[in-house]
């Protein structure tokens, strides 16, 4: 029930921005018939000083000369990376305390690596969530609330990124692949 102390549930939703982390982490609270909390990648990354955007001990946007379309690469420097290592320990924590949780990541190998070890005694889920760079553009415009730092140069660096890299597959389609039982 809703007062459980076992460890919880994470279902680690992975894609660019505008992929649609959000909408998909709600209706998986709406459908699930326990409550799971929505923990937000940039609500991490809100947490560093606007001086630490593009600066090398932040996260820097270095564009690439490649011969298709534009790409950037998205550099973490150390307090960044502090920063969101920090965050997957505190995934982890919540977890152990027995919170059932949907988190909204952008990850790649190394970072899926880092929470299957430290999310190891509990019930992990890795979902991929894929959109093309034009409608994940599309997405951002509509909403408006693109900030400079995070949107289109980001977007583009992981698109081309998700390219590159496979992800980890949908456990069939079905919530229940992941712990999620219908309310």
């Keep these: 029930g809703v007062g459980r102390t076992a460890a919880g549930v994470v279902i680690l939703l992975n894609g660019v921005g505008s992929a649609g982390k ?3 982490a709600k209706a998986l609270q709406g459908l699930a018939s326990r409550p ?3 923990l937000q990648m940039d609500a991490f990354l809100d947490m ?3 001086a630490l955007w593009d600066h090398p001990d932040g996260i820097v946007f270095e564009p690439l ?3 298709d379309a534009p790409v950037t690469a998205v550099r973490t420097g150390p307090v960044a990376a502090r920063l969101l290592r920090g965050m997957r320990r505190s995934v ?3 977890a152990a305390e027995g919170c059932d949780l949907i988190v909204d990541d952008v990850t790649e190998a190394p970072e899926a690596g880092d929470y299957r070890r430290l999310l190891a005694p509990q019930d992990l889920c890795l979902v991929a969530l894929h959109v ?3 409608v994940a553009e599309a997405r ?3 909403r408006g609330e693109c900030r400079e730092r995070h949107a289109g140069e980001h977007d583009r660096a992981r698109h081309a990124q998700r390219e590159r890299h496979e992800r980890e597959p949908v456990g ?3 919530a229940g692949a992941c712990g999620v039982e219908r309310a």
């Design 48 to 50: 560093l000083p606007d």
């Design 36 to 38: 799971f909390l929505h």
């Design 65 to 67: 000369a490649t011969g």
């Design 22 to 24: 959000t909408t998909v």
């Design 172 to 174: 069939g389609g079905d």
């Design 140 to 142: 951002e415009r509509a």
């Design 132 to 134: 093309r760079l034009d």
């Design 92 to 94: 982890a924590a919540m």
